[in-house]
């Protein structure tokens, strides 16, 4: 996790910089679900590359936000999913849900 001293002084910019962007946002929703193997996650979202889906799980997983559970197996096994902090942002993903349908149906 970043120290205090890290993060910028307001609480607003402190979240956007744990969840900037579109592909973090689009990873939270799918592991509101549930936990997420890596190829499974990567298919569920569109347009993610590889590279993208790693490094953004691995600023998460820094930032407290994500777990990675590794099954020490043969074949690899590892799936992902949210930490108690990681799931304290859901609220935010529900409210920008909610307003993109709310925005869908105004401008229909």
Not at 11 to 20: E, N, Q
Request: charged letters at 30%; a positive charge; glycine letters at 6%.
């Amino acid at each position: 996790m970043r120290r205090k001293e890290e993060l910028p002084e307001c609480p607003v910019a402190t979240a956007v910089s744990l969840i900037g962007g579109k592909w973090k946002l689009l990873i939270l929703r799918n592991l509101k679900v549930r936990p997420w193997r890596f190829n499974e996650l990567q298919r569920s979202i569109d347009g993610i590359s590889q590279k993208v889906l790693t490094d953004s799980l691995r600023q998460m997983m820094d930032d407290g936000l994500v777990y990675r559970h590794d099954y020490q197996q043969q074949p690899l096994k590892v799936e992902y999913g949210l930490t108690e902090l990681g799931q304290k942002m859901l609220p935010i993903v529900d409210a920008l849900a909610d307003f993109g349908i709310y925005y869908k149906s105004v401008v229909e």
